[in-house]
């Protein structure tokens, strides 16, 4: 089932690092596969994307997703 965020992409300094995307209700979301496009602290991006079927992880932070679209907001 396909989702669509908006959001701010955040990095976060946690173990080896990783970016992340917290939406406007605070919500937390951890992309998998995050475009190095969108890999810019403080960008305002609007995805869609779907819950990632292995979620387990070593990062106790969000929810795991894999994006099939994006774009930033401008």
Same mark, same amino acid.
């Given at each position: 089932?396909?989702? #669509?965020?908006?959001?701010?992409? +955040? @990095? !976060? /300094?946690?173990?080896?690092?990783? $970016?992340?995307?917290? /939406?406007?209700?605070?919500? !937390? $979301? +951890? ?22 079927? /292995? ?5 106790? $932070? ?5 994006? #099939? /679209? @994006? !774009?930033?907001?401008?």
């Amino acid at each position: 089932m396909l989702m #669509t965020i908006t959001g701010t992409v +955040r @990095y !976060q /300094d946690l173990g080896m690092g990783f $970016w992340g995307i917290i /939406d406007h209700s605070g919500q !937390q $979301w +951890r992309p998998l596969n995050l475009p190095s496009a969108l890999q810019k602290e403080g960008l305002e991006v609007h995805i869609t994307a779907k819950k990632a079927k /292995d979620q387990m992880s070593s990062v106790m $932070w969000g929810t795991a997703i894999e994006i #099939t /679209d @994006y !774009q930033p907001v401008s």
